[in-house]
């Protein structure tokens, strides 16, 4: 912690990255780091590719997150890259990263060590519970607006604390951030609770076409993009819906295929033990945890591709 300090000590204007379609992690570290190096009179600044889920709306700062890539031109003192796996993940021209000084904080397994500084806990339920420790660590007072956010991605990576990544150190930490003015009712009710009637019968329709391997080990389903418009959704409305896929019991792996025009992502999970879906992620150029991974294609599969077969290639 005392080398990624002296960095940001020395630097003014800093860019903070995450990756693309960024989740309640990626923006609430994210945010937490902005308000932080603002409140040490630095220059900071918040980057994602892409637009952000509009249900992040109620974070506070959220307004300050750029999506456009002429931020890059700018010139920056130190860049530093929150919940990003790997370079590919963040959706710009790698050059950029190696360009310019990086930090890399992440709790990802499968983290590339792509910075000059790597800070990877692949214990820590999330990079907010990360960043929970480091601002203890140099004794900053965290605020109400820093609290939401740090809370909103250690909520959301825990499954609300009940999935294999909580542990003693988020719920402290969440208990904590509440007493520092976190609103857990709130932030449950925006993240879990953020469906339309359209984006729940789309859900209906992708849990309809749920299929197994003979031997009821490996369940998939699949959603394709025009979908998305023909129900008239955003494509977050579906986010939940793998996790939701892993209530089944006595399954090896689940999985949803998110088919676009020239891409498929693939989005998996696991209560198994002995099944490491990281690896099965890293094969495919993508990353995760043990339990949780996911990878994309650069090619579109339609409904009527053996996707069981797709899985299996990899067991």
């Known amino acids: 912690m005392n080398e990624i300090t002296t960095k940001i000590n020395q630097a003014n204007n800093i860019l903070i990255v995450s990756h693309r379609r960024p989740d309640s992690d990626a923006i609430g570290s994210s945010l937490a780091m902005f308000f ?55 959706g710009i021209d790698d050059k950029f990263f190696k360009n310019n000084y990086v930090i890399n904080i992440d709790h990802h397994i499968s983290n590339t060590n792509f910075g000059n500084i790597n800070f990877i806990n692949s214990q820590a339920s999330s990079t907010c519970e990360i960043i929970y420790t480091f601002l203890n660590q140099v004794e900053f007072n965290i605020d109400k607006n820093i609290a939401n956010c740090l809370l909103c991605g250690i909520l959301d990576d825990t499954g609300n604390f009940s999935n294999s990544a909580t542990n003693i150190i988020s719920i402290k930490a969440a208990a904590e951030l509440i007493s520092k003015g976190a609103k857990i009712y709130k932030i449950d009710d925006i993240i879990n609770k953020n469906k339309s009637i359209g984006g729940l019968h789309l859900w209906g329709k992708v849990l309809s076409r749920m299929k197994s391997d003979a031997s009821g080990e490996i369940v998939y389903a699949y959603i394709k993009e025009d979908e998305y418009r023909e129900y008239n959704i955003a494509e977050e409305e579906l986010d939940g819906l793998t ?71 990899d067991d």
């Not at 997150?65 to 929150?82: G, P, R, T, Y």
């Not at 006595?250 to 998110?258: E, I, N, S, T």
Request: glycine fraction near 8%; charge should be negative; charged fraction near 20%.
């Open 36 to 90: 932080y190096l603002q409140s040490l009179g630095k220059n900071p600044k918040v980057f994602n590719i892409g637009p952000v889920p509009i249900y992040f709306d109620f974070l506070p700062g959220i307004e300050i997150v750029c999506s456009s890539e002429n931020i890059l031109n700018n010139q920056f003192d130190l860049v530093i890259a929150l919940d990003l796996a790997g370079l590919d993940h963040a």
């Open 243 to 313: 996790n939701f896929l892993n209530v089944i019991c006595d399954v090896k792996l689940v999985a949803l295929f998110r088919i676009g025009p020239d891409y498929t992502r693939v989005s998996m999970r696991t209560n198994r033990d002995d099944v490491d879906l990281s690896l099965i992620a890293q094969r495919n150029g993508g990353g995760g945890h043990k339990k949780a991974a996911g990878f994309s294609i650069d090619n579109t599969l339609s409904e009527t591709s053996d996707l069981l077969s797709f899985l299996k290639k």
